[in-house]
């Protein structure tokens, strides 16, 4: 029992504790001054352009967005849906992307419009003071957008 009291060996459990101590607080400094979340952007937006292309042209859209840090999943949706409708399209979002640096990327199909179902749709926006600004694509037609998020 007395050779683990020794002068020796409490230098060592001495320095092994002080060396994990410095390394958990050299991870949490790096941590709190560099590592900061995605901000929030999940939600649903009303999509607003002046000429839609293709199948969407005479549709009012709605952009529901799911987040997950910076993976994101979605749906275009025609605002004609009804709630249960919506709801039950969250579980089987048409579109997956990313989200980096205040933009947006997003691609897939629009499964859920009518007309539109095997058809190709890339979304690339950015988020200023809660609005996206961007283009949406389909079938590599492009036209410009803005979203604002709608009231829950």
């Known amino acids: 029992m007395k050779s683990l009291f020794s002068a020796k060996?409490?230098?060592?459990?001495?320095?092994?504790?002080?060396f994990v101590i410095a390394l958990f607080s050299i991870a949490t400094n790096y941590g709190e001054a560099n590592?900061?979340?995605?901000?929030?952007?999940?939600?649903?937006?009303?999509?607003?352009?002046?000429?839609?292309?293709?199948?969407?042209?005479s549709k009012t859209l709605i952009l529901s967005i799911e987040q997950s840090g910076i993976y994101l999943n979605g749906s275009l949706l025609e605002s004609t849906?009804?709630?249960?409708?919506?709801?039950?399209?969250?579980?089987?979002?048409s579109l997956t992307g990313t989200f980096r640096q205040q933009n947006l990327e997003l691609s897939g199909n629009a499964a859920q419009i009518q007309g539109c179902e095997s058809d190709a749709i890339a979304i690339q926006s950015a988020i200023v003071q809660n609005?996206?600004?961007?283009?949406?694509s389909l079938n590599n037609t492009a036209v410009?957008?803005?979203a604002q998020p709608e009231e829950t």
């Not at 929030?40 to 009303?46: E, L, N, Q």
């Not at 849906?81 to 979002?93: D, F, I, M, N, V």
């Open 35 to 57: 590592l900061k979340a995605q901000p929030k952007i999940s939600g649903r937006y009303k999509i607003t352009a002046k000429d839609l292309p293709g199948c969407l042209k």
């Open 131 to 136: 609005t996206l600004n961007g283009k949406l």
């Open 144 to 146: 410009n957008f803005v």
């Open 9 to 18: 060996w409490l230098m060592f459990y001495g320095s092994t504790i002080a």
């Open 81 to 93: 849906h009804s709630t249960q409708e919506q709801t039950a399209l969250r579980k089987k979002p």
